[in-house]
């Protein structure tokens, strides 16, 4: 092999390229301080889980559970001794919940639909650097994530709008939500 020059790369042979250099394996020394401490933060962690996960099984639990046993055990029953479904046939009959649900359907659909074009139709001019008025656009959205109005401000515009026990007072005043 000739000696490579300032512009011509190194040149090396298959054998010699496959050829890796050998390396001890590493491994982490712990402090005993350290090891204390991870287990105290794993201790904590598991009982925040613990306070997060135990009341969500208990309302799991309890809707599988019949009402005679709920109130036997003062509404509180991790293991309970029967298994019914009437609670959920109860609720499922019940028309206006039935209705509560589809408007709820509604208005998530409909309401991530339209943010969602307000949004992009509003961000990809922002995103162009050469456009004119492109930092009063941007300040505009900036000062309007900053400060919001409040509830009685919006109230009073969804009043004056007519849109005042609608879906739609639920969908447009959070159309453009920066």
Do not use: C
Not at 46 to 69: D, N
Not at 136 to 145: M, P
């Amino acid at each position: 092999m000739s000696q490579p020059t300032e512009t011509e790369p190194e040149l090396v042979s298959t054998e010699e390229a496959a050829v890796e250099p050998e390396t001890k394996p590493t491994t982490a020394i712990r402090s005993r301080g350290d090891r204390i401490f991870d287990t105290i933060v794993n201790v904590g962690l598991l009982l925040v889980m613990v306070a997060a996960v135990l009341p969500l099984l208990v309302v799991v639990v309890a809707s599988f559970t019949p009402y005679a046993e709920l109130l036997r055990n003062g509404g509180y029953s991790l293991f309970p001794r029967a298994f019914t479904l009437d609670g959920y046939r109860a609720v499922l009959a019940d028309a206006r919940l039935q209705q509560g649900f589809i408007v709820s359907v509604f208005i998530t659909v409909v309401g991530v639909t339209i943010n969602m074009v307000v949004s992009v139709l509003f961000a990809y001019p922002l995103s162009q650097p050469h456009l004119p008025g492109r930092r009063g656009w941007l300040f505009f959205a900036i000062l309007t994530t900053l400060f919001n109005a409040g509830i009685i401000p919006t109230f009073l515009v969804v009043q004056g709008t007519g849109l005042l026990n609608t879906v739609w007072a639920m969908i447009i005043p959070t159309t453009v939500s920066v």
